[in-house]
């Protein structure tokens, strides 16, 4: 039985092997390539992507253990042409420099306020550990995280 | 088109560099036309404004080596009104993209959103010798400020022609040409319309003052911001060819290692499966990136090894093994230190270490590869494209017009992606595979067989008077390099030199090279006088200094910190350092906490003021300011590689640490603007001061002195 998996509410067949990391079937197979490779190894959160919406880091993800339970990509964060509040507090803050751990920043980001609608500084501080951004522009970050944060409540989520 | 050459220094610890060649912008005008359409085009060559730049107030370099260049840009306005500028600049995250367009929309008179920028692609673009070394902004921006000015001029007396009337009368703006003596205008699309005009820079063309700029100057966000926050840009990593496979490469067990024996039978084998062996190096390229692994898998070699130094040992092996004698461009003399030490009221030597540091850009190096009629193209996040066509031109023995190098917007590079190294791996496994080829390095790739910082070793030898007045200065550099050598503080009795030393590991550039060694023993170093001296460190450094744009970040730093502070709480301590190079001035005022009992230190907060000239982006600066900071911090406290057997023992984010979200402290940039000095670049220096100003906050809290980097790894222990 080949595999199928669900990502941003479309369902694909899957043809490479059920141990292949999400990642690259993401990447390599599905044409999805906003989720980045950094480091393979759980470490970066480059890969990050939502799990029936628990943020995960889909290169320590079997393609098998994502079936049967959406996916969520960068790629399916944007909504009819309008960006999701996070995405939108990026690039207001000017969060990013070379901007490659972005998309794992964000899928962290959007994962954290479906948990905790109004984190702290010292909460995304934690939450985001485990995301690296070689750039140093953590500050901006944490700005835009918070900001995001401000606007879904006045909208009501 | 005739190139200009001008000089500029290559700094020793550049290591990865090869002699560069020189080279003629080969596209006609008439392909110009053809590629872009009609309409009205500036070239530009260099001019002796960009070597004016290197020998500004502020560049300390003292060594000579020169690197031949030919520094230019073009600029063409579309009969639709579009303007594209070109260069070979490329864009690594520092957002020069957005910079440049800036400087151009300021120049022509057009809105922002109307200029595009095609970068580093040595099809399309004039040869650059590469992003590297803070000279985007000093030698590009004006540039293309000039040919922008002369496509100005172009336009205004196209204007006049079609009215018939003088040119001086006539005013640019807005995109158009206006006569206000009738009211009447054009806009510039309407100018362009029809024309195939193109003309070389004139000789003299004025450029407008910073203190006239309306655009530049201007906090304008990044380029294609949306495109970075929805995923749609598109990394070298992430194209993705018509045919396509993946390439992986058989890497040595250790540096240095022969291979003796290799079966790849069981990999060839293997359905879709395509193994190189040329020499040492094997590859393979597959459908996909898990079959090239399992083909690689498949491979059996065996190698010979060679004994190698590891990283225990290699600080006394870089003074053991430095050159006997140094070349004169590295030695500076000045006075007599044996007579300033003799006469001095204190004196002070030490010893300071700094480690093999990686860059860890997310983005790995990767390289997409593909043969078409016998030519090579290659797309690869490399800061020098036009070095990379070179090299693959060489390796593969074509000619330089049969291979192109495209360099798409990448992820970050920090001095680390000077090299071919993946881009001449693709091209390799796709010749062979009569398709293209992706190849991607592994985080573990990324952080074995990319190229360091490299290590050093420096000795100070210092005296001051009773008053606190610096008596005499040596300083020697062991294998680290050249950069930020030079002392900005007076002294009359002075000796800088830098030992060349046998690379251990590959090495080469780094964001700020040696300066951050240096400032790194200099600051801690000055700081340990003002101790002797009695002397608050603020107090102590303005006391040595005459340089009014040093004293002035000096003073704006410690003015925002509170400097001096008292102490509130136990473990609490405050430092500060500064420093200069490539005519950019920084000063950064730190402030740690230190858990006695654990040991643990925190960067509590950290204060920046830097100047660079007039500021081309104020947005874009402070977020390369307060990076440099973070990324100053990483290899302040606890970042270093370590090494064995010709093995790197932490290759991986799990081992190698950076700064994660809990390191970085309270920040705070200050940015001075001076209209009135051309500008710098601003990649590099703000980097320099942070680990002297934390070192020194640590010696302030505990009265440890770390003389090494990283400086705790391990948090401070006690001795």
């Known amino acids: 039985m080949p595999i199928e998996i669900e990502v941003n509410g479309k369902r694909y067949p899957v043809s490479y092997p059920p141990d292949t990391p999400l990642l690259y079937v993401l990447r390599d197979e599905l044409q999805l390539n906003g989720t980045k490779y950094g480091c393979g190894e759980g470490q970066c959160g480059a890969c990050t992507v939502l799990i029936a919406g628990a943020p995960r880091r889909s290169c320590q993800i079997p393609v098998s253990a994502a079936t049967g339970k959406p996916v969520t990509t960068i790629e399916g964060l944007e909504k009819e042409g309008r960006l999701h509040p996070v995405q939108q507090a990026f690039l207001d803050a000017g969060a990013f420099q070379c901007a490659y751990c972005t998309s794992g920043m964000i899928m962290s980001s959007v994962g954290l306020l479906q948990m905790n609608a109004n984190p702290s500084q010292a909460d995304v501080v934690q939450f985001l550990q485990g995301n690296v951004c070689r750039c140093g522009t953590h500050p901006r970050i944490i700005e835009a995280i918070r900001s995001a944060a401000k606007t879904m409540q006045e909208r009501g989520r | 088109m005739s190139g200009v050459m001008e000089k500029f220094v290559l700094e020793p610890e550049r290591y990865e560099f090869r002699a560069a060649p020189m080279h003629q912008f080969e596209l006609a005008r008439r392909d110009f036309f053809k590629i872009l359409g009609a309409g009205i085009a500036v070239f530009a060559v260099a001019k002796d404004a960009l070597a004016e730049q290197e020998t500004a107030p502020g560049h300390r370099s003292f060594h000579n080596e020169e690197l031949p260049k030919d520094i230019d840009a073009w600029l063409h306005v579309g009969e639709d009104g579009s303007v594209t500028g070109f260069t070979g600049k490329a864009e690594i995250g520092q957002n020069i993209r957005t910079a440049l367009a800036q400087t151009v929309a300021d120049e022509l008179r057009v809105p922002f959103e109307s200029v595009r920028m095609v970068m580093a692609d040595t099809a399309l673009t004039p040869f650059d010798a590469g992003t590297f070394g803070s000279r985007t902004t000093p030698t590009m921006t004006p540039q293309l400020r000039r040919v922008a000015s002369a496509a100005r001029d172009l336009l205004i007396e196209a204007a006049a022609k079609e009215w018939n009337v003088a040119p001086a009368g006539l005013v640019a703006a807005d995109a158009k040409v206006t006569d206000p003596a009738s009211g009447r205008s054009l806009k510039y699309a309407e100018l362009a319309r029809g024309k195939m005009l193109a003309q070389n820079l004139p000789a003299e063309d004025p450029i407008t003052p910073a203190a006239q700029w309306t655009i530049a100057g201007k906090p304008i966000p990044k380029v294609d911001g949306r495109a970075f926050v929805t995923g749609k840009h598109q990394y070298t990593p992430d194209l993705l060819l018509e045919g396509m496979l993946h390439g992986k490469v058989l890497r040595p067990p250790s540096f240095g290692a022969t291979l003796t024996s290799c079966d790849d039978n069981a990999a060839k084998a293997m359905k879709g499966v395509v193994v190189v062996r040329d020499g040492d190096f094997v590859g393979v390229a597959a459908p996909s990136a898990h079959e090239a692994q399992h083909a690689l898998d498949a491979i059996h070699t065996q190698w010979k090894e060679v004994p190698q130094i590891s990283s225990k040992e290699v600080f006394s092996y870089l003074k053991q093994n430095a050159a006997l004698k140094t070349e004169d461009r590295f030695r500076k003399q000045k006075g007599s230190v044996e007579d300033g030490l003799a006469g001095a009221a204190h004196r002070l030597d030490a010893t300071y270490n700094v480690a093999y540091i990686a860059h860890a850009p997310l983005e790995p ?99 001051i008077a009773g008053d606190g007045m610096l008596t005499a200065w040596e300083f020697h550099n062991y294998h680290s390099g050249s950069s930020g050598i030079e002392t900005p503080y007076v002294v009359a009795n002075l000796r800088t030199e830098y030992h060349a030393v046998p690379l251990v590991l590959r090495s080469g550039s780094y964001r700020g090279l040696a300066a951050t060694a240096n400032h790194f023993a200099r600051e801690t170093h000055m700081d ?24 002035a970040v000096l003073e704006a730093a410690a003015e925002s910190f509170g400097w001096p502070r008292k102490k509130t709480q136990e473990g609490q301590g405050f430092g500060v350092a500064c420093g200069d190079e490539k005519g950019s001035y920084v000063a950064t005022c730190a402030e740690v906490a230190v858990d006695k009992k654990s040991g643990a230190v925190r960067v509590v907060r950290l204060v920046e003021a830097f100047e660079c000239g007039a500021i081309v982006n104020p947005d874009g600066l402070r977020n390369q300011v307060v990076g440099a900071m973070i990324q100053g911090l990483g290899g302040a406290l606890f970042e270093a590689i370590e090494f064995e057997n010709g093995r790197i023992t932490n290759a991986h984010f799990a081992s190698y640490r950076v700064p994660r979200f809990r390191d970085v402290p309270e920040i705070e940039a200050i940015l001075l603007d001076r209209k009135d000095i051309p500008s710098a670049g601003a990649g590099e220096t703000p980097i320099m001061a942070v680990a002297p100003a934390i070192g020194n906050a640590i010696f302030d809290a505990t009265g440890v002195r770390l003389n090494n980097l990283p400086m705790v790894p391990n948090g401070l222990r006690p001795a």
């Open chain 2, 365 to 463: 190096r990767a390289a997409v590869a593909q043969w078409a009629g016998g030519k090579l193209t290659v797309w690869t996040g490399t800061q020098r494209p036009f070095a990379n066509r070179d090299e693959l031109a060489a390796a593969f023995h074509l000619p330089e017009s049969s291979v192109r190098v495209i360099v798409p917007d990448t992820g970050s590079a920090y001095g680390g992606k000077h090299t071919s190294d993946a881009a001449m791996e693709a091209a390799r496994l796709a010749r062979a595979a009569g398709r293209p080829v992706k190849v991607v390095w592994t985080r573990e790739e990324e952080f074995t067989w990319a190229y360091f910082r490299p290590a050093g070793v420096i000795e100070i030898k210092s005296g």
């Open chain 2, 528 to 551: 340990a006088l003002a101790g002797v001296a009695k002397m608050d460190p603020f107090a102590f450094r303005m006391k040595n200094l005459t340089n009014p744009r040093m004293r």
